[in-house]
């Protein structure tokens, strides 16, 4: 303490000099351990209204790019293994295309052993036809010969056991044809049920072959020869086995919170750029809105942004814009605003004193 003045007192004196060399040394730790702070262009161009739409009213709203008929999911009715795929993501196919083929060996051994059956009928139905023929000609044969002996007028010149002979021999011959009758009825019966199973075996074989809905776009295919498909879609097929739309043209479904749905101005074009790319901006006719309002499905990745809005949806077709839009991506949109005094925030109303 030799070195200290003898009147120095630290409470007084010292605890200052401490205090304010902490401060010193803080204020150097925050200056020297601040990052740098330079502006820098941002890596990604910030959505923005440009042309005519810059300074006048206007709703803007997030979108995806989906197919002009909408996304079609394909299934399958017949459960089975996939034996032929015929199409890969990215190619156009038309109405009626086969897409692929499940397994139709069982189908294929069940017409033919059907068909084995169509021939038997078909064999009974002539085996019964012809004992109805001969069963008729032994009928007439009878019915004549019985007739004779009835129309004799000299009892004595036929004997009686004769003439029952004689029935005896029609009532045979009546109940052959009849046997025969049935014969045929059941062998038709059989020929149709049997012609009713080939024909059904025959659109279940059609049925195996899962062929276009429409004329459009394959945008995925989830399937691959050799696996088993469900009618489903369970098992190792979660996804939808082929996805596919009409993408001439696409639509974009711009989803516009409801709070700002009434300033929307319906049937009015709207200006409209991929996200991260908002200089490259086009032109998207109107084609409709929903009738419903419906939940926000969409998100934006805003931090202001409340997953429970709900949202009208408008659907606007792009033009050809050689690319520049894919199925499933996410776009900015930018649409007029109605023109008049609903365009202007409402003011609140004074209380007259």
Known sequence: MGLLPQDFSFARKGLPIVAVVGLIVAALFIWFGLPERELEEPEREPPRATGELANVPRVAGAGVVEPSSETISIGTALAGLVTDLKVQPGDYVTKG??????????IRSRIA?????????????????????????????????????????????????????????????????????????????????????????????????????????????NIRPGEYLSTTGGGGNSQSFIEMGETRPLHIRVDIDEEQAPRVALGEPATVSPRGAADRQVKARF???????????????????????????????????????????????????????????????????
Request: proline content about 5%.
């Open 97 to 106: 295309q086969p897409l692929f083929a499940v397994d139709t060996r069982a």
């Open 113 to 221: 052993e059907t068909g084995a059956g169509v021939g038997e009928a078909r064999a009974a139905i002539s085996e019964a036809q012809a004992a109805i023929a001969e069963a008729r000609a032994a009928e007439a044969t009878a019915a004549r010969q019985l007739a004779l002996y009835r129309n004799v007028e000299d009892p004595a010149a036929v004997s009686q056991a004769e003439v029952i002979r004689a029935e005896g021999e029609a009532s045979a011959a009546r109940e052959r044809r009849q046997t025969a009758e049935s014969r045929l009825a059941a062998a038709h019966a059989r020929l149709d049920s049997a012609q009713a199973q080939v024909a059904s075996a025959r659109t279940e074989l059609g049925r195996a072959t899962v062929r276009a809905p429409i004329a459009g776009e394959i945008l995925a295919v």
């Open 287 to 353: 084609v409709r809105a929903e009738p419903q309002v419906v939940p926000k499905r969409s998100l934006t990745n805003s931090a202001a942004e409340r997953v429970d809005v709900r949202v009208l949806q408008i659907i606007y077709e792009l033009p050809d814009s050689d690319g520049l839009f894919r199925v499933g991506q996410q776009v900015d949109a930018f649409i007029p605003a109605r023109r008049g005094r609903s365009t202007e925030p409402s003011q609140p109303a004074q209380l007259s004193e």
